[in-house]
Structures are given as C-alpha cells and as structure tokens.
C-alpha cells in the first residue's frame, strides 16, 4: 500500500498538484498547554517536554520522526481535537533528496 501511495503521490505532482511527504521526516510541534506524556503512543510515539514555571504559561514541545505528511496531520488533528493551541510546527530534517528513501 505504501508504493501505491508513492505512485499517487508522483501522479499528483506530474499533473501539478502538490505533492505529498510520502517519506519519514522528523518535526518539533509547539503547543500552548502541558500535555501528559502519556499521550506519547497516540500520537506517533513523540517524545514529550512541557517548560513553564510559577509565572509562565505551559508549553509543551513534542518531537520524534513520522512516517509521512498523513501520520503528521494525525498527530495535529488529535491536538487539536484535545483543545490545544498549536504555536508551531518545524521540520527538522536535513539533507533530504528526491528518490531518497
């Protein structure tokens, strides 16, 4: 199944649509909030981190490698779903080139 994503996804950008991630890629996501680690395996198995003190607000850092574009709107979808504001996304890898899996 995951080649025939693969070749969808190619078939989209052929015909200029925009492509999708169809590879594993690491991302940081900053929401607003503390989120219990215990959420690690529903969401991808990322890794946790809230920061904040006495007088700062929560924030939560979840880091950790998906396996494509759909696992990451999956992980935002349940954040969202659980009320929290996403502040930012980043992706973190580096040196990726076309064919590279």
Excluded at 63 to 70: A, C, K, P, V
Excluded at 73 to 100: C, I, M, R, W
Aim: charged share 20%.
């Amino acid at each position: 199944m995951l080649v025939s994503m693969r070749t969808a996804a190619k078939e989209k950008h052929e015909k200029g649509q925009r492509p999708l991630i169809t590879y594993p890629a690491e991302y940081q996501i900053h929401i607003q909030g503390r989120l219990d680690i215990g959420w690690s395996d529903r969401l991808a198995g990322m890794s946790i981190t809230t920061r904040g003190g006495k007088n700062l607000p929560p924030l939560t850092t979840l880091q950790g490698q998906l396996i494509d574009q759909s696992a990451l709107l999956g992980v935002l979808n349940t954040l969202h779903d659980l009320g929290f504001a996403v502040l930012h996304v980043d992706y973190l890898s580096k040196g990726y080139q076309p064919g590279e899996r």
